[in-house]
């Protein structure tokens, strides 16, 4: 029997916005969690993931703050909810946005990755809810443009990856600067990596509300692992690809899914990529793709398994196992969300099995290996109708200016396009490499490549929530590099070093020409 959002005490106004939206009974984890909640309780909920918890918090957060409305005040947000992806702050703040909306509540989403400028206005006009990624959340408390002395509610999702991206103790820091006493909504699938020491220090007698167990896969998927010789891998992929659903495949890194994604639309099967080398707008994009259809299959790296909930996701394919049973479970809650069905892929070559095996055990699952071929009646079913195949056409971004296209091996990120037009007034001969280091010397001293220049611009991008340095340049938060390398009176020098240096200052020497 289902139960209404009316008889768990939600306001008529919420219910009606819900209704509005299709939903119009509670998920388990609802019910067992909104009498606590509505009443201001501190809630320890455990749910595995696609079972409701973004309601779950989102609805009494906003009716207890329309409850008691007050006058917005500039950098002091009443209520605080915090994710630790960008994909999963975006999807929290859709949830809670019309929710807001019909409260007359303002709220504003948080994270790195773009221009910080946008988000002080926000909080200088005043918002009620803020939706916020840790990281750049504690630099704009550190900047005074927002303080949580004044916050009422507090909302910690998805703790478990917070801590399993190392997250923890940015957490800690910003939940100390919340008033005592406040009420704290804490969700998370397990409680180690200690979540639960957070759980002890800012929860006052929290009500634990438990729904499946933690490891548990949801029931409604269908588990699959295909064993296949390595060689027919990359075919059996692009087969599985082929079907008229949505459907999202798992790699281990992000230039193979980059790779991949150009590979299955080159075979006429539209795809994108998302992973943490991409910048906000270009997974904004991506995303924008999948969601509307105009991309069948999204190829992603773990930094969509959480916070990514795109309906209609039929097929989900681990093209690569995963390394451990909690990234299996995250990745596939990507399909049979909200109580639909859906089918996960497991690709296995053979000498994988072992490792596949034990992962499905630690998952709590029995999944029969099956051996197949490329034309295997199990593999047809799996893919379903087949689509009609889609000619390439190469995305906007390398084709935007042919008459600029550059030679081949030349560096094709922003910041180094950027650096190769001013090299180029600068004087330096056309077809030399122009990465963020300068000359070719120097990116021979430091590793031959652009990727191993930026180790730590990589890693944030790899975090998936702190700003990179060439995303807020290319947002505009840094409108001048002057301060780095004055433009006036430098340009000469730079020119006869064969272009000016934007990385860190080094020693003089004569290959630098003394700078």
Do not use: W
């Not at 984890?29 to 918090?57: N, Y």
């Not at 007359?104 to 909080?123: D, H, N, P």
């Amino acid at each position: 029997m289902t139960t209404t959002f009316s008889a768990l005490g939600v306001p008529e106004n919420l219910s009606n916005v819900l209704a509005k939206l299709g939903i119009e009974s509670a998920f388990p984890i609802q019910e067992a969690t909104l009498p606590t909640t509505l009443a201001g309780g501190d809630v320890l909920g455990r749910g595995q993931t696609g079972s409701g918890k973004t309601l779950a918090f989102s609805i009494p957060l906003v009716a207890r703050l329309a409850q008691r409305p007050q006058r917005r005040k500039a950098r002091f947000p009443r209520a605080l909810i915090m994710a630790p992806t960008r994909e999963l702050a975006t999807q929290i703040a859709k949830a809670v946005d019309p929710l807001a909306a019909a409260s007359g509540l303002r709220t504003t989403v948080i994270y790195g990755g773009v221009a910080q400028s946008r988000q002080e206005k926000a909080m200088n006009e005043g918002v009620d809810i803020v939706i916020a990624c840790p990281g750049r959340l504690d630099d704009l408390i550190k900047q005074k443009v927002v303080d949580l002395s004044q916050l009422e509610i507090s909302v910690l999702d998805e703790a478990d990856h917070m801590a399993d991206m190392g997250f923890l103790p940015v957490v800690r820091r910003i939940m100390d600067r919340m008033p005592t006493g406040i009420q704290h909504m804490l969700f998370s699938a397990t409680l180690d990596n200690g979540v639960d020491k957070v759980v002890k220090r800012y929860l006052s007698n929290p009500t634990i509300h438990s729904v499946d167990a933690p490891e548990a896969a949801v029931n409604t998927m269908e588990h699959h692992v295909f064993v296949i010789p390595a060689d027919d891998k990359k075919e059996l992929i692009r087969i599985l690809a082929q079907g008229t659903g949505r459907r999202i495949m798992f790699m281990r890194t992000k230039h193979h899914a980059k790779k991949m994604a150009v590979v299955l639309s080159k075979a006429g099967v539209p795809a994108v990529d998302l992973h943490g080398n991409l910048s906000q707008n270009a997974r904004d994009r991506n995303l924008a793709a999948f969601s509307s259809g105009e991309a069948k299959v999204l190829v992603a790296t773990d930094v969509a398994a959480r916070g990514v909930h795109v309906d209609g996701v039929e097929l989900v394919v681990h093209v690569d196992p995963p390394a451990e049973h909690k990234a299996y479970t995250h990745r596939s809650g990507r399909t049979a969300r909200a109580g639909s069905d859906g089918t996960v892929v497991t690709i296995c070559t053979p000498d994988q099995q072992g490792d596949v095996s034990t992962l499905l055990k630690q998952a709590g699952l029995k999944v029969p290996f099956e051996k197949v071929n490329l034309n295997s009646p199990v593999v047809a079913k799996v893919v379903g109708e087949v689509a009609e195949l889609v000619p390439y056409v190469a995305p906007a971004q390398q084709t935007r200016n042919p008459a600029k296209k550059k030679p081949a091996g030349e560096s094709s990120n922003a910041r180094g396009g950027r650096g190769g037009a001013r090299n180029a007034r600068g004087g330096k001969p056309a077809g030399e490499a122009q990465g963020r280091g300068g000359d070719r010397r120097r990116s021979d001293r430091s590793g031959a490549s652009n990727q191993s220049e930026r180790p730590a611009r990589e890693s944030r991008g790899a975090n998936a929530e702190r700003p990179s340095r060439s995303a807020r340049g290319a947002n505009g938060e840094r409108p001048s590099n002057s301060p780095r390398s004055a433009r006036s009176g430098g340009r000469n020098a730079a020119g006869a070093a064969g272009g000016r240096s934007r990385g860190p200052r080094r020693a003089s020497s004569p290959a630098t020409g003394g700078r």
